[in-house]
Nanobody, 120 residues
Framework: QVQLVEFGGGLVQPGGSLRLSCAASGSIDSIYYMGWYRQAPGKQRELVAQITSGGSRNYADSVKGRFTISRDNAKNAVNLQMNSLKPEDTAVYYC??????????????WGQGTQVTVSS
């Protein structure tokens, strides 16, 4: 009915930058929240950053000042610019969105995940 497709990720050296993108498609009426979570090996999935349709942002303390989330409502897309990356940022990053569909459902939707590895 709806899906999220992620782009970006990869291997980067400490101090480097990466940009993640995610686009929603399907029977979308509106999208409340869009954001990014991450899960490192042996750890629970955690919120990285989130943005509302109105542009209000929320960041995990560990990424404040380094990561920036942005959103293109016209394209149903969200981006995560990650700067000054650290080895502890290594994880699988998942796009997430709370979507209202054209059939009046409200879906908590996840992308397939993209690997980010920060290593020298």
């Amino acid at each position: 009915q709806v899906q999220l497709v992620e782009f970006g990720g990869g291997l980067v050296q400490p101090g480097g930058s990466l940009r993640l993108s995610c686009a929603a498609s399907g029977s979308i009426d509106s999208i409340y929240y869009m954001g990014w979570y991450r899960q490192a090996p042996g750890k629970q999935r955690e919120l990285v950053a989130q943005i509302t349709s109105g542009g209000s942002r929320n960041y995990a303390d560990s990424v404040k000042g380094r990561f920036t989330i942005s959103r293109d409502n016209a394209k149903n897309a969200v981006n995560l610019q990650m700067n000054s990356l650290k080895p502890e940022d290594t994880a699988v990053y998942y796009c997430n969105a709370i979507i209202a569909t054209t059939t009046m459902d409200r879906l908590n939707t996840w992308g397939q995940g993209t690997q980010v590895t920060v290593s020298s």
